[in-house]
């Protein structure tokens, strides 16, 4: 489902998946873990996973959680999968997990990501400078977060997207 370069670009961390192996690893990891969520994002028309939707580690007492999106495919890119994935995801974060809020950590490089953080209703919160080492350099984070309260106001009618379906 994933090539190397979009794990590559996807993840910052420490230990990073350098291989699909170790991707599908993490993942199961993730899966087996109480305070993470991981959801495949389902095309639905040919019910082919097209990337995971990541909310991890959440915090119960607080209610809240980190927030990560991957598409795999380079072709299903532009078609508005992943701002639909986003927001079924946020639902479900919202209605199904009764979080009050989701944060997300994008490099500051990553610009499509952070257009994504905004057209769901993410709000930026500030900037970790050279808080990331990656290929070579540090770069910076930026920190984007939205509360219940701010998604609930955001929201029009309607079941979300016909495009894509989240699913354990």
Partial sequence: MY?????????FGDPLPRSLEEMEAWL???RSNPHARVLAV????????????ALQPIDWRNRSTFFAVILGEESRRGEGLGTEAARLALRYAFEGLNLNRVEANVLSS???SIRLLKRVGFTWEGKR???????GQWEDMEIYGITAREWYES?????????LRVSH
Avoid: C
Wanted: hydrophobic letters at 35%; proline letters at 2%.
């Fill in 3 to 11: 090539k190397e370069e979009v794990i590559a670009r996807a993840f």
């Fill in 28 to 30: 199961q990891q993730l």
């Fill in 42 to 53: 389902v095309y639905r028309e040919t019910e082919e996973i097209v990337g995971e939707v």
């Fill in 110 to 112: 990553n610009e499509a």
């Fill in 129 to 135: 400078r050279a808080a990331v080492w990656k290929s």
């Fill in 155 to 163: 929201q029009e009618s309607g079941s979300g997207g016909p495009k």
